[in-house]
Every structure is written in structure tokens, then in C-alpha cells.
């Protein structure tokens, strides 16, 4: 049989044909098997993945006003070795801005990478972009609101977005959303393009944080505090406002020379003094150890009690209990509280809310100090009764009288209203909460009756307005300074006022660091409480129920000169015995008032019909002085029922008076006379 | 031949026309973001003009007004109709 032959051009045909089916395999498992693998494999060669900044949330205020926006800009860094026309470049960078110091390192070869300074709106940096060797970066950017007190509540972002303190902080889980990604593709001349076909991811938008403050009455408290921190050259102040029914804070300035962030009101805790009076006279009225026309010895003005030299500004041999909350007694305070064992007087301040932190989201909140008994010395119950050897922050103390007017419950202080999703849906809000009841509504309602006597007739008649009831209590404690203890002559002034007296819907505290001149309370933040209330009636928007305010509104009808003069004899005689220093000029006895020349209302508002009570009230149109010799000015105004303060500076005549010609006010009340500005 | 170099083209085509769309929605991207971020830059400024701090001062100054105290802002009585119909 013969055997096959196999030529050699078969055996090339052979392996040819075993070379392409090699070949067929081969391209198979490539292109079948391996495709998807070497397709990523160039996506990754040709595209890169780039991150998209997602932008923060917003921060609203109660109106849903913008306090603080993002917009998006870039960042430039350079790499001078792989500019090609570095002349073109340095034109280029000058004419977008930037420093001629950083246009020369920016195109200096022997620098490997230069970051330029500052952020730039992506079309201005266009060009400069799309140069070889230059890139950018996009950087969020946060717009915030010029109010400094509003600045320092929702706090700042470093340069790379993350947050630094308060609400920005705070919030951060809610507020910098989630990042997405792009894919980029580089074409032949490297410039780099977002790819039409690779499929990116979209940043998600934070969410929104609605604040509780009302930006109108922040700008008034602002101003207010501004002002009076200059003109009574206080090293600093803070002012609280809250709703007292909701918790709700409506208004937070503060105010620190040198120090723009923290909201001080709630981080920087100070002595409260005779603030923290009402709270130990409503553990004794509460508890049956005292009734407020109960009466004690109060050693005309000086005491030594074990040891201690206790003094009064207001110096009288007896008072009731309503008198020592009136005038601020601190001989009367001590003596009642007496009668409150140190567990009762600790219990008392431990459950308004003092020694912890009130829970508001905001970043190394002060908890305040409040001692155990058991690490009392021999004088922390007198000292604790006026005020001293315990710490509380502006808001805590603002809080704890928030329950008086309440009708007797602690409230959480708020100061997020809500919290949305960039699509709308909320995710939080705000609900009032009770943290504890401290006294039964009767009580608090005879708290407010008695802190209305401080307002009208006690050390607090500066906060006095001419058409509402206040109710409210100065404090002025001694400071201390670090290793020091109690600094002579450095005092801190405070005032809690409740508004309006019968139905209260602000609560506002005022303090002032250091004032000079005349420190006390009833002088220097009592008259700043009334500027805010002043300017919160005639804003339009400032929180205010006008239809409940009508109802407490007094009638203006004048009332007969007799008890006119009653009112202002009683009201002024205490002032000035218990303001002793404060500096006032003194009064020439007057002729009659010159004819005032009332100005018509400024302000017009809708409300409901005010069922007025009958209320006895005495209000006078304060005369117009304005080009008069000073002496007679001073004169007329005293005739007209009214102490006069001169402003600072001497003027030959008077230029202004504040309250301003034509506005009604109580015979008694403080006309200031100024040049005008 | 002619089929193949047709489908290539119009491949290659739709390609440059996609990646000019592409240049063109990042030109009008990046063009949105800076008016977004003019716009919130302005807004910005108008609230801040706008503000009772810098109204309040100028109003004081230039024009010699001042706030009104309590005693002259009168609230009017809303008709105890419109109550009513609400």
C-alpha cells in the first residue's frame, strides 16, 4: 500500500493555514473573550476620572432670606516647565489678576508646580485654562451675609470647603453633600473635555438648613449692641432675643473686639449677679418659705454677714420681698435665701437648666459652671443667691427666663428651624420641646408681676416703654480677670426683659463687658433693650404678633398732671438713689414747657381690634429744644417732666433729642440731647 | 469598498459631531456656573444695601430720620369683618 505524500507546498499550505486559524482564534479571544477588558484598558489610557465638587447646602433664616450661599470658582496651579509661551502666559495671568509676584513664579522654569493664590470665576480663566501646563481645579466658594453676629452663628470654611466652626460645623453631615464624578477625555492636543459617551455621576447638593433667627431683628440687635458698646466703651457685649412659647432663638449678636467668630453668646459663660434673683425669690414663694410682701431687715444698705461685707446700691432699712427683687437687694436676697437649704438653692438652678449645655447645635457650646453643694465653701449660698460663684451663658439665662414667661416650662432652645433636601422634602423640623416644668403657671405669672415692678419703679425703669408693659431684671456682677480674681472697677452689666409684660414674646437679654462710666445694668443694657423693642415695633418684620401686641397696648390718652407727677416722683426718686453713680447733669428748675410740636406716627401696621384694659398711664410729647441754647433746651425738657442726659462733647445748642420731638414717653423718662451726626 | 468607507465615515463623523456637542455643553456649563456665582455674589450685595444696617444709617444721616419709637408707630385695628371672611 503506498504511503501518503505529503509535498512541502502542502506542508506550507498547512501551516499557513493553521497560522490564520491561530490568527482567527487568537483575534476571538480578543475581541470576544478579552473585549471588555482591553476596551477598559484604553478607556483608562484615553479617559480619566475627575471629581465634581458637590456644593454645600444653603443656610436660610426664619424668612428663608439667603444667609449663606455657595458658588463655584476655580483654583489655578501651573507647571512652568511645561508651558511652551511663557510671555503669552504671564500676560495672560496678569490680566486675570493675579499678583505680579506670582505671574513671575508661575514662569519660572526652575519651579516644578506653582498653587496661585486666590479663586477665580471659571470664564474669567478660560483662556488661561486651555494653556498647556496650566490647571484647575473647582472650588466651592460660600457667599455669606455681611452681618458680622450672623457670621459668627453659622461660622466659616477654609479654603477647601470643610468647616471650621459654628452651624457650618456643626451641620457638616447635612450641609456638604456628596461629591460626583466625571470622565474626562484628552484629545490629540491634550486638551481635556468632559467625555460624551463614559457616563459620569452627579454631585448631590447639600441640603438646606433654615436658621431660627429672623435676619431683621439680628440686624437690630446688632446696631443696637454696636452702638452702645462704643458709646459706653464696653470691651464687648452679646444680646439674646427668643421667642419664649417656642424656644426659638429669634436674634444673636455678639460682639468682641478683635474676635469675629463664635457666637459668644453661647461659648463665653459670665457671673449673671443679680440676674439670677428671681429664680431664688421663686424657689422661696414655690416652696411656702417667703411671701413677696413679706419684710426683712436690710441694715441700711450694709451688712457683715459671717464675716462678709455685703452691700446695697439702694440703701434701706427694711423691704419686702418684691422690694429686694425691685431694687436688687443683695442684703434682702441673702437673707431669704436663707431659708433654702444648699441642696434646694443647687436643685433650683440645676433645673433651669444651669452647669449644662442647652443642646443647641452649635460647636463648643459652654456648659456654664454650677457646684454641687458638696464643693460649696462657707459663702456660696449668699454668693449663688446674688449671682456670684455660678457661670451661665447669655442663652441659658435667657432660656431660664423664657420659663417665667412661659407659664413655668423649660424650654430646648432652637436654632434650626428645618432642615431640607435640595428637591424640597424636609428632613427635620424644629418641634417645640419641653425639657422640664420649673414652676406652676401662677408662679410664673407672680414672677412677671414682680419683674414688671423692677421695670416700672425698681432699677430697671430705662427699659421702660412709653405704650407696652416690660417686665425684665438688671444685673451687674463684678468681672474677674485670669489669676487675678475680682477686678476693682470692672463690672458686667446685664438686663433680662420679657415683651410685653402680660403676654410675653421676646425674651431679650442684654450684656455688656466692662462699660465705663455708669456700669450698672438699669443703665447701660437696660436702655440698649429698649432701642431693640423700640425698633421691633416699628420694623415690619422683625417676629413681632402685632394682633397679640394690640391687645396690651395702654390707652394714650394723657391723664391728669397729679398723678403724673405721682408716677414720675416715685419712679425717679428710687432711680436716682439706687444709680448714684451714674453721671447725670444736673437740672435747673424749669418754667413752663415750650410748646411741642408732636410729629404724626411713622409707622402703620394691621391688627386685629385691641380689647384695651383700663390702665393707669401718663405719657407727654417730648417738646421740640432743637436750635435752643442748651441751658434753656435742658430747662424746657425738665419742665416738661423729663431728666435730661447730655450727650458726650460740649455744643452751644441743641441739635437733637432722643426720644425725638413729638414721641410720647413717661414723665421721668431719660431725653438725651445730642448734636446732631 | 464603498459601503465600508461610507459606514466608516459616518462612524467617525458622528463621533466629531458628539465630542463638539460635548465642548460646546461644557463651554455653556461653565458659562452657568459663573453667572450662578455672579448672581450669588450680587444677591449678596443687595442684601447687604438693602439691610436695615446700611438703610438705617443713611436714612439717619442724609436724611435726618430716626426710628420711631413705641409711642409713634400706631397699629390699626384690622375690621372685625375681614377677620370674619378669613
Known sequence: MPTPHVSRIGIIHIALASFAAALLVRAGHVQLWQGRLWADRAAR?????????????????????????????????????????????????????????????????????????GRYLPTDVAGLVATRGVYAVAVGERVTTTSEGTR?????????????????????????????????????????????????????????????????????????????????????GDVVVLDPHTGAVLAMASRRPGRTSAATALTEPFEPGSTLKPFIAAALLAGGRARVDEVVNTHDGEWNYRGRRITDSHKASRMSLAEVIHQSSNIGIVQFAERLSPREEFETLRDLGFGMPTGVPYPSEAAGVLKPPGAWSAPTAASMAMGYEVTVTPLQLATAYAAIANGGELLEPALVKEVRSPDGRPLFKHRRRV????????????????????????????????????AGK???????????????KAYTASFVGLFPAQEPQFVILVKLDNPQGAYYGGKTAAPVSKVVLEAAIAARDAALDRTALARHERPRSRL????????????????????????????VPAPAPKAATPRGPVVLSLAHLPKAKPRVTTLQAVPEVRGLPIRTAVRTLHGAGFRVQLAQGYAPTADATAPAAGALARPGAVVRLSRQR | MVAFVLVAAGVVWRRSYGIAQSREIRVLDRERTQLVAERAKLESEIRALAGRGRLAEVAEQRLHMHVPNDSQVVIIPRPARADAAR
Open chain 1, 474 to 488: 438688671t444685673g451687674t456682677a463684678r468681672r474677674t480677670a485670669p489669676g487675678r480674681g475680682y477686678v476693682a
Open chain 1, 45 to 117: 489610557q484615553h479617559v480619566t476620572a475627575a471629581e465634581v465638587p458637590a456644593p454645600r447646602g444653603d443656610i436660610l433664616d426664619a424668612r428663608e432670606l439667603p444667609l449663606v450661599q455657595s458658588r463655584e470658582l476655580v483654583k489655578l496651579s501651573v507647571a512652568p516647565r511645561e508651558v511652551k509661551d511663557r510671555g503669552a502666559l504671564a500676560k495672560a495671568l496678569a490680566k486675570a489678576g493675579v499678583p505680579a509676584p506670582w505671574v513671575r513664579r508661575a514662569t519660572d522654569v526652575k519651579r516644578v508646580w506653582v498653587t496661585l493664590p
Open chain 1, 560 to 587: 391728669s398732671p397729679d398723678s403724673a407727677a405721682a408716677h414720675s416722683a416715685s419712679g425717679t426718686e428710687r432711680l436716682a438713689r439706687a444709680q448714684s453713680a451714674a453721671a447725670e447733669p444736673a437740672i
Open chain 1, 152 to 236: 459668627r452663628i453659622v461660622g466659616r470654611v477654609d479654603g477647601d470647603g470643610a468647616p471650621v466652626d459654628g452651624v457650618e460645623l456643626a451641620l457638616d453631615t447635612f450641609l456638604r453633600g456628596v461629591k460626583g464624578a466625571a470622565a474626562v477625555v484628552r484629545d490629540a492636543r491634550g486638551r481635556s473635555f468632559e467625555s460624551p459617551t463614559a457616563p459620569g455621576v452627579a454631585a448631590r447638593a447639600g441640603n438646606t438648613v433654615v436658621l431660627t433667627i429672623n435676619s431683621a431683628l439680628q440686624e437690630i440687635a446688632e446696631r443696637a449692641l454696636g452702638e452702645a458698646a462704643e458709646r459706653m466703651g464696653a470691651e464687648g
Open chain 1, 435 to 470: 425639657v422640664r416644668r420649673v414652676m406652676t403657671p401662677e408662679l410664673a405669672a407672680q414672677m412677671r408681676e414682680l419683674l414688671v415692678g423692677t421695670v416700672e419703679r425698681g432699677t430697671a425703669v430705662d427699659a421702660d416703654l412709653a405704650t407696652f408693659d416690660v
